[in-house]
């Protein structure tokens, strides 16, 4: 694996590298880590990979690297979105695969554009869309795509974090700065950064897509250009109706994913701050509460367990599953060269539907409204 941003004082570089090497099957080997050299070289030194592999920029570790035997197979993109696209397109033309983090691009139009590229080059493309990797997820998708719940009829889906309650950006914090500048962040604020995520994670348990949306999006705190609560409504293609909000001024919260999805036979709930609780609610029978490491889950997902129960596992082992997967799609191409992306990970196809709802959240808020 090659990586690209993820220097000093990033956040989720280094946390793409343990998941990644978690399992044995990737090692990171080069990287361009940061737009300056210096701190790239110096961020090769704490990774330890060799020093004429720690690139001064991406463009170089393109170019280096595919003129070497023993080429990386794949480039990790864990830089701020605007430059997720440029950085994509030079990986897939130096004939590497991508595993980019979300959002796949900055707005809709750069997502189209990579779309065509992930096409014509057929290289496989994956998103770190992270909380599709923890087990028990999987284990609602599982179930519901088998009908467990019967028809899925109500959808709700909350992300919310309170850190970007003040304006932080002003402070010069690294992660706030970019995030609130339209012109690296891209069309979205929170709804770019946690929206995806909620949206994603809808679309991925449910099996369902989503079809219509009616949004508000605010900038709560003063002086943002850029939204920092969403509150959407959301009708699924088979007409069930939902809602997902979104927020990073919601004072207090600290990372709040939930899903709650409810068939004709009951709802099934599950919370990041608490991932290993699988929560369902069944109509007329008792409630069931599935347990991470259990073994009375479906054998796929016992295989994405790393510890017996009890025993916690998290965020990490979430990546590193979405890493397993696509570790695994990349040893079937050395052997086929038609084996496509695994259908755990997610791919292109929810990063264009993913940038498709943030650009509509952000051009359609508020219009449909009434006063009282
Ligand atoms: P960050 O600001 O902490 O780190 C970004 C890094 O990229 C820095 O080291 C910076 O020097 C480097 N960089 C910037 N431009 C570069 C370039 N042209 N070439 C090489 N390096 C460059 O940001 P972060 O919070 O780690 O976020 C990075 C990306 O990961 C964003 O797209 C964000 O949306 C995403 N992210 C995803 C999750 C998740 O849960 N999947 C969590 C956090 C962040």
Redesign the pocket.
Known sequence: MGM??????????PVHRMAAELDGDIELVAG????DPA??RQAGETYHISPDRAYA??QEMMERESKRADAIDFVCI????H??LP?AVAALEHGFHVMS???ATATLKEAETLEAVVRRTGLLYGL???YTGFPLVREARRMTRAGALGKIRKAVVQYSQGWLSSSLETTGQ??AV?RSDPGQAGQGGAIG?IGV?AFNLLEYVSGRQVAEICSDLSSVVAGRSLDDDCNVLLKLDNGAPGVLFVSQIAAGDRNDLQLHLYGEKGGLHWRQEDPHYLLVNWAGKPSETFHAGGDYVSAETRAEFRLPLGHAEGLIEAFANIYRDFAKSIHARFNDPSAQLSDLVPGIDAGVRSMTFVERAVTNSRKGWCAL
């Not at 690209?4 to 570089?13: P, Q, R």
């Not at 361009?32 to 737009?35: H, L, N, T």
């Not at 864990?78 to 979105?81: A, D, G, Y």
């Open positions: 690209v941003g993820g220097g000093a004082g990033s956040f989720i570089g361009a880590f940061s737009q701190r790239s920029n991406y864990v830089t701020p979105n430059v997720h950085i983090d979300k959002p770190t869309f992270t690294k992660q970019w950064d995520h």
